[in-house]
Antibody, heavy 121, light 110 residues
Framework: EVQLVESGGGLVQPGGSLRLSCAAS????????MSWVRQAPGKGLEWVAN????????YYVNSVKGRFTISRDNAKNSLYLQMNSLRVEDTAVYYC??????????????WGQGTLVTVSS | QSALTQPRSVSGSPGQSVTISCTGT?????????VSWYQHHPGKAPKLMIY???KRPSGVPDRFSGSKSGNTASLTISGLQAEDEADYYC??????????FGGGTKLTVL
């Protein structure tokens, strides 16, 4: 059974940093693109970042470029999101998701339960 | 890039059919056959219902179907059931390794 479990969310002040983790199990982690998707309170889903199978390709939504870094450790079956210079508008539930597509991510077939990040003073 | 456009809400009675539209541009929905649809019950993990415009993952009832015409994709749910009440999101590949979601549609089963 595919499982994705996020951790690392919490309350942080504007300008602060936070690192999210996602522990994957039930599939060959190193064979899949992986992604982060977020949902701000009362808002819709927003794709945040993608990373390819070996971590050599990374792509971001414009609003987080230069502030967030996606990474993975295939030996530990884990996905990460390092979030720096956090803004109030980054407040959201962050989901880890397994991507559909081998050459590039074109959708998401499994999702975690999400971890809440609150940016507030 | 702007979010794809979905109606904020749709409703239907049990047994009826509803269709949710998802309008993008010639740079996303219109240019790629990579539209997916997600069912999201608040507080739970989103669930993939349709991918590649019209393909259903195993385990998704055939009451759910997807299609696309030009810059607009659609999700049709036939034989509505109470458990179908949820938020539904479309998503499209938008080129250069990026993806766009729609704003979401709240489905109410009357």
């Amino acid at each position: 059974e595919v499982q994705l479990v996020e951790s690392g969310g919490g309350l942080v002040q504007p300008g602060g940093s936070l690192r999210l983790s996602c522990a994957a199990s039930g599939f060959t982690f190193s064979s899949y693109w992986m992604s982060w998707v977020r949902q701000a309170p009362g808002k819709g889903l927003e794709w945040v970042a993608n990373i390819n199978q070996d971590g050599s390709e990374k792509y971001y939504v414009n609003s987080v470029k230069g502030r967030f870094t996606i990474s993975r450790d295939n030996a530990k079956n884990s996905l990460y999101l390092q979030m720096n210079s956090l803004r109030v508008e980054d407040t959201a539930v962050y989901y880890c998701a397994r991507a559909v597509g081998m050459v590039y991510a074109v959708g998401f077939d499994y999702w975690g339960q999400g971890t809440l990040v609150t940016v507030s003073s | 890039q702007s979010a794809l456009t979905q109606p904020r809400s749709v409703s239907g009675s049990p047994g009826q059919s509803v269709t949710i539209s998802c309008t993008g541009t010639s740079s996303d929905v219109g240019d790629y056959n990579y539209v997916s649809w997600y069912q999201h019950h608040p507080g739970k993990a989103p669930k993939l219902m349709i991918y590649d415009v019209s393909k259903r993952p195993s385990g998704v009832p055939d009451r759910f179907s997807g299609s696309k015409s030009g810059n607009t994709a659609s999700l049709t749910i036939s034989g509505l059931q109470a458990e179908d009440e949820a938020d539904y999101y479309c998503c499209s590949y938008a080129g250069t390794y990026t993806l766009l979601f729609g704003g979401g549609t709240k489905l109410t089963v009357l």
